[in-house]
């Protein structure tokens, strides 16, 4: 089990910015450059939907809802992601998790991984 540290979630306003982060610090750094990590996201009566993921090498993949909106970034030397949100609209307000992992899942599906324990972004006047 990777431990995962989630920061960033909060309250913003229609139009507004968040950044999320999220470390994974008790990973070895050869493996973590192994992994892919990124971002998930479940609002309430939905399926956990794809937001953006890293491989090791920087190649990223980005859920059609946030695309333009939202960019993911990576240092792998700090074992780190990070979500800048921008123009964030009500709809984006979910539970957003991180997650790393090594194998893709399947089509539409969610990765088989470590998932952290989210964290609450909410987008409303």
């Known amino acids: 089990q990777v431990r995962l540290e989630e920061s960033g979630g909060g309250l913003a306003q229609p139009g507004g910015s968040l950044r999320l982060t999220c470390k994974a610090p008790?990973?070895?750094?050869?493996?973590?450059?192994?992994?892919?990590m990124g971002w998930y996201r479940q609002a309430p009566g939905k399926q956990r939907e794809l937001v953006a993921t890293?491989?090791?090498?920087?190649?990223?993949r980005y859920g059609d809802a946030v695309k333009g909106r939202f960019t993911i970034s990576r240092d792998n030397s700090r074992k780190a992601v990070f979500l800048q949100m921008n123009n964030l609209k009500p709809d984006d307000t979910a539970v957003y998790y991180c997650?790393?992992?090594?194998?893709?899942?399947?089509?539409?599906?969610?990765?088989?991984?470590?998932w952290g324990q989210g964290t609450q972004v909410t987008v409303s006047s």
């Open positions: 997650v790393v992992y090594q194998h893709p899942p399947p089509p539409g599906g969610v990765p088989q991984g470590d």
């Open positions: 008790r990973l070895i750094l050869s493996v973590f450059n192994t992994y892919t």
């Open positions: 890293s491989t090791y090498d920087r190649v990223t």
